[in-house]
């Protein structure tokens, strides 16, 4: 209620925007993270309905070594699930494209530690605007 107050008020913090699409971005991929390809597909169809794409038609038969890329939460980000060679979802990505370029958050799953744990990192060549954003994510606000 307070944040839709702020956005009425126009006092929001310019990256607030970017920031909540890096947490749609992150939903959509804890829908999924960590099942095997037979419990996630009917998911991934039922959440994002045809705007899920596979890699390609093999990955998409079995889930092993390719990836979903879902559908953006906004034009300057790509979301996408890594499937590993066992066909478990074990890697999501979210990466800045335009001028969030070089920003990279993603979560890993494994067995020993099946929480989703998020890691945000700015990779080079990077924009001032990707390494504000990535402090703004750090920062919590």
Same mark, same amino acid.
């Given at each position: 209620?307070l944040?839709? &107050?702020?956005?009425l008020?126009g006092?929001e913090h310019p990256?607030a925007?970017a !920031?909540?699409?890096?947490?749609q *971005? #992150?939903? /959509?991929i804890?829908?999924?993270?960590?099942?095997?390809?037979r419990?996630?597909?009917? &998911?991934l169809e039922r959440?994002?309905g045809?705007?899920?794409?596979?890699?390609? !038609?093999?990955?998409?038969?079995? *889930? #092993?070594? /390719?990836?979903?890329?879902?559908?953006?939460?906004a034009?300057?980000?790509e979301?996408? &699930?890594?499937?590993?060679?066992?066909g478990?979802?074990?890697?999501?990505t979210?990466?800045?494209r335009?001028?969030?370029?070089?920003?990279?958050?993603?979560?890993?799953?494994?067995?020993?530690h099946p929480?989703?744990?998020?890691q945000?990192?700015?990779?080079?060549p990077?924009?001032?605007s990707?390494?504000?954003?990535?402090?703004?994510?750090l920062?919590?606000q």
């Amino acid at each position: 209620m307070l944040n839709a &107050l702020k956005r009425l008020l126009g006092r929001e913090h310019p990256l607030a925007a970017a !920031a909540r699409a890096v947490d749609q *971005g #992150r939903a /959509g991929i804890e829908t999924v993270l960590g099942l095997p390809h037979r419990l996630s597909v009917p &998911l991934l169809e039922r959440h994002f309905g045809q705007d899920v794409i596979a890699s390609d !038609a093999d990955f998409r038969a079995t *889930g #092993r070594d /390719g990836h979903w890329e879902l559908p953006a939460p906004a034009p300057e980000f790509e979301v996408r &699930l890594f499937g590993d060679p066992e066909g478990r979802l074990t890697l999501g990505t979210i990466r800045g494209r335009g001028p969030y370029q070089g920003l990279v958050v993603s979560s890993e799953w494994s067995p020993e530690h099946p929480a989703a744990v998020w890691q945000a990192r700015v990779e080079e060549p990077a924009g001032e605007s990707a390494r504000a954003l990535h402090d703004y994510l750090l920062s919590g606000q």
